[in-house]
């Protein structure tokens, strides 16, 4: 399934919903220099000015006559995910009071911003869109509280304030070729280098993030135009002269803190990058800035996403707004300023463009899909601490690094009060060394690793992945637009109170209860849809019955689009399942195996729809299918089904009629299939013939068992059989009863004999033991004849043998093996056999009595 997903464009924040494409991680908290960033940015653009470059302002009155000139539009460079930038975003909403706002996004994702007001809705959620004839096709865009964005459609349904998105449509990017987009180099390497800074990231969250600062947008946007001006557009082909020397360095009385966000991060805003494999592909070489800055490249995708976002603002306006707040990443800034210019150009870029039929919907989103490790991320690498930076304006540090205690301690390591008050000093001292006006994540860190990981770095792991990252997963309202198959699971999720969540937990089912059982239907159902929700894996209550699963569940953001793929079965889970596995079975490639295994996943997902027709499909397939390797691997799927069968209530009487044929072609097959082998095909079909006895075992039906055993006594008779098959035979035959030890010994003998190579005599043994290392345990006459036969090996037949032989023995448990070397110690090779009876102890008999007479009357 290909799914594209939020990419970097070349900016300094365009990651976020102007495009599907993993946003640039940005870290910021609250400082208290507001000042310094404003100054800063603005000493970076009057350097670039007075090189030559001539900026606008971010700002201003419309000059098109049919706007209206009284029309104020105020442009927002922000970076996406970043909490500096949401904070900065806030407050100069809160001052500019519009009476519209545009946000980077989908276009026609207008409608659901309403959402937004839902009480139910929590971030971090995702707009997903898709192509309803093909759901594979689809693109996220998303959103978590400490996004901009998402804070500027918050102030927008707080102040009833009117929120459009003013992007390319989901029409249109859908449609356009993945490969049309271009590449170039990190905008803000060149800012960063002459600034001393080796990252673009950290001098970014240096003077942005970390220190908010509503009135920063406007220098913002002046320095992004002195870089547009150097740029090569890849729509002309043309590159601008070399471009003039930027004096970056910040003012030297202005302070300026290190990142909140600690170590480097990815590249801000590259250009749009998609492979079929994850959505995305890592920015190259040139695109990174520690790397050679490669030439600034403003590719003709991003030209046409901006003719498409003033064509929004132009009938906006023409709307009759009149204060216009217009939010976006800070490279399309520029683009976005007044005056507009005239429509025509516009129009030109935005003809023609593919489009294709797009639905549209909120999702939930997690913590762990923002990171850029994720392949379904926004390149954000620590969004839990930034998350926490946002929510936690008082002592954030203090209050951060007690969650760490409360996290250490979940897993049973000693964290004390003492701790947390070290480990704050320390954040607090290391910060004070390196200039910074708060510690940030890096500071924090080592903190951490220091005072309450002891250097510990599995300890720390922890911490990261559960805090650092996190798992928090968003929700949506019930009414949220989706498919009838998503209603149908959230119903059900509701009715047996399973929750959606982003951590693991196991769930135990007991299958005598009937909420137990319904939970395992849902289960089975959505693994047959390819929503695999829930893993059947081991429990803690160990049991080999049929009444109990333990399953696995973790919930992740991209099987809402595995459920829009799966709703063109049916608008229900259980419709649908039906539908599908009917379908899959109908193939002319389906194999016997396949068919059984389906048919006992039908029983386990209670789909009485399709049973009737898979048994008479499975039943047909069986009739023309000679491959006696075929039928064994279908007849355990089957005896497992009449199991569940019987602890489920479902009447199976139809399916043993199949087993039943089955077992008679197996029968009939087996013993001419069991000749000629090599030695893998003879383990192959060994492996097969050891689970279909235990499937007929299991079964417990004495036609069958009888049958059964009748063919593997034949197969046991044949000299021309693989040691592994006849050796194994032998066992299963004196398991189950029907030759005594004595013709066991006789048939071993046998096997050993000098007629054979030891190559063959070792194959025999392996088949006669493979597994079973407590024979030679309690059958000392056993031990004894396979350490003769040994003992007489010269040294190249014992070197030839001595691989299967190691092979058969490494299969043996630990203990199992000790205690076969203690009887050769005990023993040796004599036989425990005597000439006459043992003699009767008495004394130790009375003894047994008295306890099996106490034992008794407490039992009594």
């Known amino acids: 399934m290909s799914q594209r997903n939020k990419t970097t464009h070349p900016a300094t924040g365009d990651t976020a919903p102007g495009d599907p494409a993993s946003a640039a991680d940005i870290a910021g908290s609250a400082g208290s220099d507001t000042g310094d960033t404003a100054e800063t940015l603005e000493a970076v653009t009057s350097a670039a000015a007075g090189a030559g470059a001539e900026t606008g302002p971010s700002a201003g009155a419309s000059s098109d006559p049919l706007l209206g000139a009284a029309a104020v539009t105020r442009v927002f460079g922000i970076r996406h995910h970043g909490p500096g930038s949401a904070r900065s975003l806030r407050h100069a909403l809160e001052e500019f009071r519009p009476d519209a706002i545009l946000i980077e996004g989908p276009a026609d994702a207008d409608p659901l911003v309403g959402f937004v007001a839902a009480d139910t809705?929590?971030?971090?959620?995702?707009?997903?869109?898709?192509?309803?004839?093909?759901?594979?096709?689809?693109?996220?865009?998303?959103?978590?509280?400490?996004?901009?964005?998402?804070?500027?459609?918050?102030?927008?349904?707080?102040?009833?304030?009117?929120?459009?998105?003013?992007?390319?449509?989901?029409?249109?990017?859908?449609?356009?070729d993945d490969d049309a987009r271009g590449g170039g180099a990190d905008p803000l390497a060149a800012l960063a280098s002459a600034a001393g800074y080796d990252d673009a990231e950290r001098w970014w969250d240096a003077v942005v993030e970390s220190v908010p600062d509503s009135a920063a947008f406007d220098a913002i946007t002046e320095a992004m135009?002195?870089?547009?001006?150097?740029?090569?557009?890849?729509?002309t082909g043309t590159t601008p002269p070399a471009p003039p020397r930027l004096d970056v360095s910040t003012p030297s009385d202005a302070a300026v803190p290190d990142p909140v966000s600690g170590s480097p991060l990815d590249a801000p805003d590259l250009p749009e990058k998609h492979s079929a494999a994850t959505g995305f592909e890592s920015p190259t070489d040139a695109e990174r800035p520690d790397t050679a800055i490669a030439p600034l490249l403003v590719d003709h995708h991003t030209l046409v996403r901006e003719a498409h976002m003033r064509q929004v603002m132009r009938q906006v306006l023409k709307g009759g707004a009149q204060r216009l707040a217009v939010v976006c990443g800070a490279w399309h800034a520029p683009a976005l300023a007044e005056p507009l210019g005239p429509a025509a150009p516009d129009m030109r870029l935005l003809k023609g463009l593919p489009k294709t039929k797009a639905a549209l919907t909120w999702v939930p989103w997690t913590h762990s899909r923002l990171a850029a490790g994720s392949g379904y991320g926004a390149g954000v690498t620590s969004p839990g601490w930034y998350h926490h930076l946002f929510t936690e304006t008082e002592r954030p540090v203090a209050r951060w690094l007690t969650k760490v205690a409360g996290v250490l301690r979940t897993h049973d390591l000693p964290v004390s009060s003492a701790h947390i008050i070290e480990a704050v000093r320390l954040a607090d001292t290391l910060a004070a060394l390196r200039g910074r006006p708060l510690p940030g994540l890096s500071e924090v860190t080592e903190a951490v690793r220091s005072v309450m990981c002891g250097g510990d770095e599995t300890m720390l792991r922890l911490v990261i992945d559960e805090l650092v990252v996190g798992e928090t997963l968003g929700g949506v309202p019930e009414d949220t637009p989706t498919v009838p198959l998503a209603a149908d699971l959230r119903a059900r999720c509701k009715t047996l109170r399973l929750k959606q969540e982003a951590l693991a937990r196991n769930v135990d089912l007991d299958l005598r209860k009937e909420r137990d059982v319904e939970r395992s239907h849902l289960l089975h159902r959505l693994r047959l849809l390819g929503i695999g929700w829930g893993t059947p894996t081991t429990g803690e209550v160990r049991s080999t019955g049929t009444f109990r699963e333990t399953w696995t569940l973790r919930w992740e953001p991209e099987f809402e689009v595995r459920i829009v793929?799966?709703?063109?079965?049916?608008?229900?889970?259980?419709?649908?399942?039906?539908?599908?596995?009917?379908?899959?079975?109908?193939?002319?490639?389906?194999?016997?195996?396949?068919?059984?295994?389906?048919?006992?996943?039908?029983?386990?997902?209670?789909l009485g729809g399709a049973t009737d027709g898979l048994i008479t499909r499975l039943e047909a397939a069986a009739a023309l299918d000679h491959d006696v390797t075929h039928l064994l691997g279908a007849l355990p799927g089957l005896t497992r089904t009449l199991r569940y069968g019987d602890v489920r209530g479902t009447d199976t009487k139809a399916l043993a009629h199949v087993a039943d044929g089955l077992l008679v072609r197996i029968c009939a097959g087996l013993p001419g299939a069991v000749t000629g082998l090599d030695t893998d095909a003879a383990q192959a079909l060994r492996t097969q013939i050891d689970a279909a006895h235990t499937a007929i075992s299991t079964r417990d039906d004495e036609h069958a068992t009888t049958e059964w055993l009748a063919t593997l006594h034949r197969i046991a008779d044949r000299d021309d059989v693989h040691g592994a098959i006849g050796g194994r035979a032998v066992r299963l035959l004196c398991d189950a009863e029907r030759i005594d030890d004595a013709e066991s010994a006789r048939r071993l003998a046998a096997a050993l004999s000098v007629g054979n190579t030891p190559a063959a005599k070792a194959a025999w043994i392996d088949g006669f033991l493979g597994g079973r290392g407590l024979l030679l345990v309690h059958d000392r006459e056993l031990l004894r004849r396979i350490d003769e036969w040994l003992r007489d090996l010269n040294e190249d037949q014992f070197v030839a043998t001595l691989p299967l032989l190691r092979r058969t023995f490494g299969s043996f448990e630990s203990g199992e093996r000790r205690a076969i070397s203690q009887a050769l110690r005990d023993t040796g090779s004599a036989p425990t056999t005597s000439d006459g009876p043992t003699p009767v102890d008495p004394i130790r008999g009375q003894l047994a009595l008295r306890a099996a007479t106490a034992i008794l009357g407490a039992a009594g």
């Open 121 to 176: 809705m929590a971030p971090p959620v995702a707009l997903l869109a898709y192509v309803p004839d093909s759901p594979a096709r689809a693109a996220f865009w998303p959103f978590a509280v400490f996004s901009p964005e998402w804070q500027a459609m918050r102030y927008g349904v707080d102040h009833a304030v009117p929120v459009r998105f003013c992007d390319l449509p989901a029409t249109n990017v859908l449609a356009a």
């Open 565 to 606: 793929e799966a709703a063109v079965w049916g608008t229900t889970l259980r419709t649908a399942a039906e539908t599908k596995i009917l379908d899959t079975a109908s193939r002319d490639d389906v194999t016997v195996t396949a068919l059984a295994a389906a048919l006992e996943t039908a029983l386990l997902a209670d």
């Open 225 to 235: 135009t002195v870089l547009r001006e150097d740029a090569r557009h890849s729509a």
